[in-house]
């Protein structure tokens, strides 16, 4: 069974950045097509980013785009989210999804096989 926890999440400033983290048990995560997404209060779960299992191909929500990064380091089984020039409509908890696919990056959440438990990220303005 493949776990992931989340990690990196706080508080910052408009304007700031966070390097969100994570971290894979469980199973080796080169085989999987991993994601990020968010849910802000009153809202729905959302898209942020997804990478493929090379690490080769990325795809990104509109919102985030240009300024957020996702990479991954299948040797040490860790997907990261580089969050630069964050702003308060930012704020929301991020969660990390795998999917057991060697295609190209996927942004809809029903299509992903295990969840982490969450980091919150809070943007002040």
């Known amino acids: 069974q493949l776990q992931l926890v989340e990690s990196g999440g706080g508080l910052v400033q408009a304007g700031g950045s966070l390097r969100l983290s994570c971290a894979a048990s469980?199973?080796?995560?080169?085989?999987?097509?991993m994601g990020w997404f968010r849910r802000a209060p009153g809202k729905e779960r959302e898209f942020v980013a997804a990478?493929?299992?090379?690490?080769?191909?990325?795809n990104y929500a509109d919102s985030v785009k240009g300024r957020f990064t996702i990479s991954r380091d299948n040797a040490k089984n860790t997907v990261y989210l580089q969050m630069n020039s964050l702003k308060p409509e930012d704020t929301a908890n991020y969660y990390c999804?795998?999917?057991?696919?060697?295609?190209?990056?996927?942004?809809?959440?029903?299509?992903?096989?295990?969840w982490g438990q969450g980091t919150q990220v809070t943007v002040s303005s």
């Open positions: 999804a795998a999917r057991a696919w060697l295609g190209q990056p996927n942004s809809d959440l029903a299509t992903y096989d295990y």
């Open positions: 469980g199973r080796t995560l080169s085989s999987y097509g």
């Open positions: 990478i493929s299992w090379s690490g080769g191909t990325t």
